[in-house]
T-cell receptor, first 113, second 113 residues
Framework: ETGVTQTPRHLVMGMTNKKSLKCEQHLGHNAMYWYKQSAKKPLELMFVYNFKEQTENNSVPSRFSPECPNSSHLFLHLHTLQPEDSALYLC????????????FGPGTRLTVL | GESVGLHLPTLSVQEGDNSIINCAYS??????FIWYKQESGKGPQFIID?????DKRQGQRVTVLLNKTVKHLSLQIAATQPGDSAVYFC????????????FGKGTTLSVSS
C-alpha cells in the first residue's frame, strides 16, 4: 500500500447527481494532486494543492470542484457531469524535499450514465 | 506542445526473457524522469527514477537508461515474470514548470509462461 486511500473505489452516477470523491493520505506530504485517467490516453493533471492552497487548475470544467480542508484530505466534488467524464480518478501526493516522486492512491472508477 | 510518449502500446514476452520498454520525450528542459507500473485495478506504482545528470540507474531487476541527445528513456526488466504484467508509464518533470509530472500513454506488458 502507498499510504494514499481513495473512496469510493467505484461510483456510478447520473448526469444530474452531486457526488464527492475523497482522498486521504497518511504520509505527511504537502502536495496533493487529482488526475483523470481515460482509456488509451495519458494521465491528465486536473488540480494541484500545495500546503492546502490550490496552485494549479489545468483548465478543468467547473463541474469539477476540488477542496482541500487540511493536509491529509482532498476532495473532488462532482456536479452535472457528462458521460465523457467517465474515467479513473487518481489522487497522488508528493513530499517536500528533493524527491519528485508521487505516490498514487488506487483510484475511483467513475461511470456517468 | 510538449509530450511524453512511448514507442509501442503493447509488448508481449515470454517468462524469463528480458523486456525493454521505450519512451521518447520532447522537452529538453526535463530534468527528472520516473517509470511507473500500473496493475489492473490499482494506481500507478513507482518503479525507478533517474535525474538528467545520469545516463543509467539500476534497481532490483530493472535498469533505466537515459539518452538526452535523442531524448529517449528506456526501462529494462531482467528475467521478466508473470507478475510484471502491467501497464508501464514514463513521466517527466520539468523543474521550471511547477510541481506536476507529465505522463506518457503507457505500454501494456504481457508476460506469458
Amino acid at each position: 500500500e502507498t499510504g494514499v486511500t481513495q473512496t469510493p473505489r467505484h461510483l456510478v452516477m447520473g448526469m444530474t447527481n452531486k457526488k464527492s470523491l475523497k482522498c486521504e493520505q497518511h504520509l505527511g506530504h504537502n502536495a496533493m494532486y487529482w488526475y483523470k485517467q481515460s482509456a488509451k490516453k495519458p494521465l491528465e493533471l486536473m488540480f494541484v494543492y500545495n500546503f492546502k492552497e490550490q496552485t494549479e487548475n489545468n483548465s478543468v470544467p467547473s463541474r469539477f470542484s476540488p477542496e482541500c480542508p487540511n493536509s491529509s484530505h482532498l476532495f473532488l466534488h462532482l456536479h452535472t457531469l457528462q458521460p465523457e467524464d467517465s474515467a479513473l480518478y487518481l489522487c497522488a501526493t508528493r513530499g517536500a524535499g528533493g524527491s519528485n516522486e508521487q505516490f498514487f492512491g488506487p483510484g475511483t472508477r467513475l461511470t456517468v450514465l | 506542445g510538449e509530450s511524453v510518449g512511448l514507442h509501442l502500446p503493447t509488448l508481449s514476452v515470454q517468462e524469463g526473457d528480458n523486456s525493454i520498454i521505450n519512451c521518447a520525450y520532447s522537452n529538453s528542459a526535463s530534468d527528472y524522469f520516473i517509470w511507473y507500473k500500473q496493475e489492473s485495478g490499482k494506481g500507478p506504482q513507482f518503479i525507478i527514477d533517474i535525474r538528467s545528470n545520469m545516463d543509467k540507474r539500476q534497481g532490483q531487476r530493472v535498469t533505466v537508461l537515459l539518452n538526452k541527445t535523442v531524448k529517449h528513456l528506456s526501462l529494462q526488466i531482467a528475467a521478466t515474470q508473470p507478475g510484471d504484467s502491467a501497464v508501464y508509464f514514463c513521466a517527466e518533470f520539468i523543474n521550471q514548470a511547477g510541481t506536476a509530472l507529465i505522463f506518457g500513454k503507457g505500454t501494456t506488458l504481457s508476460v506469458s509462461s
